[in-house]
């Protein structure tokens, strides 16, 4: 089963805008994940955030969350061409050694 | 240094037949999961291995188990393939459980 929930499902915006993604998960965590993956294939990890964290930041990334409300959100500012992908969430909950993603939102940046 | 490498790419089985997939972790990493990813859905666990020990079993029957070696690299048995066994099968390394985890490129297995 699906742990956590990417919104929106789909994305496509203008090269140079910001993308802005969510995810919603249902248990307590230790860790939650993002990360990017291309054409179906390797996932690549994009930054790792602490349950006793609320913001986080990896060059043009920007990753907050919320456990009060069980939610994050990754931040992708001056979009490119490049950042074409699928992007998931993963949750690592409290006292289950599970990595559970999420369903995933597809950004499509358009030149 | 060399990513997590599996092996084979792609696989063609049919129905009932058995599947072994191997995984290599990045050298030092001692835990290894699996993951099946059917198309347009997001990664399900499957196992996690860490120190030859599972440590993680998604929600798989017994027909998936596996196995980490003393070098830490891992296999991913399948017995009596079924159709909706077809999915890409992602392994990742770590340096243990809960930390960032390094994907190979998977194995796309297709069961007729």
């Known amino acids: 089963s699906q742990q956590g929930e990417e919104d929106p499902q789909a994305l496509s915006i203008q090269e140079g805008e910001n993308a802005t993604m969510n995810c919603s998960y249902k248990?307590?965590?230790?860790?939650l994940q993002w990360y990017r993956q291309n054409s179906g294939r390797g996932l690549v990890h994009l930054i790792l955030?602490?349950?006793?964290?609320r913001e986080k930041h990896s060059g043009r990334l920007r990753v907050t969350l919320d456990t009060s409300k069980k939610s994050s959100s990754l931040l992708i500012t001056a979009s490119r061409a490049a950042d074409t992908a699928s992007y998931f969430c993963a949750t690592y909950p409290f006292g289950n050694e599970k990595l559970t993603f999420g369903t995933g939102t597809r950004l499509t940046i358009i030149p | 240094d060399a990513g997590v490498t599996q092996s084979p790419t792609h696989l063609i089985k049919t129905r009932g037949q058995h599947v072994t997939l191997r995984c290599s972790p990045i050298?030092?990493?001692?835990?290894v999961s699996w993951y099946q990813q059917v198309l347009g859905q997001g990664p399900q666990f499957i196992f996690q291995?860490?120190?030859?020990?599972e440590r993680g079993r998604g929600n798989f029957p017994d027909r998936f188990s596996a196995r980490q070696f003393p070098n830490y690299s891992s296999e991913l048995n399948v017995n009596a393939l079924l159709l909706g066994d077809s999915a890409l099968y992602l392994c990742?390394?770590?340096w243990g459980p809960g930390n960032e985890q390094f994907f190979g490129p998977g194995t796309r297995l297709t069961v007729l």
């Open positions: 248990t307590s965590i230790n860790n």
């Open positions: 990742a390394s770590s």
């Open positions: 050298s030092g990493h001692k835990s």
């Open positions: 291995y860490y120190e030859k020990e």
């Open positions: 955030i602490r349950s006793n964290e």
